[in-house]
């Protein structure tokens, strides 16, 4: 099983839909998440934290369910500027400190 | 203010060959991991270093080796290059070890023929 798994894609919405990534970690250990999103062929860029209490920034939304080991990422009102690979990322400390990203899932907004 | 810069921007490589990547911090930042990035995959860690100590390991064979120097810039060593090398290798820093927001370099893409 992988370490962080998220929602194979690719999605395909139309401008002005909400759409929903999922993401689930294995180590309960895991202390930082955090939703990254990367355009083709450009260097991943930090979209926000996530945190239990649920956090909001504009259109995006994420929540962490530590005991189900869940994250969620939502888009409200989706742009074709949102086209982009999300990926779902989940920092661990067991000794030494690792960071690990899912293989993330790739969202084209159509016109 | 400077991001953080990757060099060279790519580098090709034949099998058996060694390779050095070198990564600079953004200012004040004392952390730079380095991973691995395949076509189609998110990034695979796989350094750590904070105050010029290894920090975190991520899977990876003993041919892969880092150091971070005292004004907190970072090399990559890859020894033994193997095809499967091939990839976007990204380095990233971050202000303290613990917050771990990190921040990327645009890679430097390492070709292996």
């Known amino acids: 099983r992988k370490e962080v798994e998220q929602d194979p894609g690719p999605f395909n919405v139309p401008e002005g839909a909400t759409v929903a990534f999922n993401c689930t970690y294995s180590?309960?250990?895991?202390?930082?998440f955090f939703w990254y999103r990367q355009d083709c062929r450009k260097e991943p860029k930090l979209l926000m934290s996530?945190?239990?209490s649920g956090n909001e920034d504009g259109r995006f939304t994420a929540q962490l369910n530590r005991a189900s080991q869940y994250i969620s990422l939502l888009i409200r009102d989706s742009k074709l500027s949102d086209s982009a690979t999300y990926l779902c990322?989940?920092?661990?400390?067991?000794?030494?400190?690792?960071?690990?990203f899912g293989a993330g899932t790739r969202l084209f907004v159509k016109a | 203010d400077a991001g953080v810069t990757q060099s060279p921007t790519h580098l090709i490589k034949t099998r058996g060959q060694q390779v050095t990547l070198r990564c600079s911090p953004i200012?004040?930042?004392?952390?730079v991991s380095w991973y691995q990035q395949v076509l189609g995959q998110g990034p695979q860690f796989i350094f750590q270093?904070?105050?010029?100590?290894?920090?975190g390991r991520g899977n990876f064979p003993d041919r892969f080796s880092a150091r971070q120097f005292p004004n907190y810039s970072s090399e990559l060593n890859v020894n033994a290059l193997l095809l499967g090398d091939s990839a976007l290798y990204l380095c990233?820093?971050?202000?303290?070890?613990?917050?771990?927001?990190?921040?990327f370099g645009a890679g430097t893409r390492l070709s292996v023929l």
């Open positions: 180590n309960s250990a895991s202390q930082s």
């Open positions: 200012s004040g930042h004392k952390s």
């Open positions: 996530v945190y239990s």
């Open positions: 990322v989940v920092g661990v400390f067991t000794g030494g400190f690792k960071t690990i």
């Open positions: 270093y904070y105050e010029k100590e290894e920090r």
């Open positions: 990233a820093s971050s202000l303290v070890l613990a917050k771990n927001i990190q921040y």
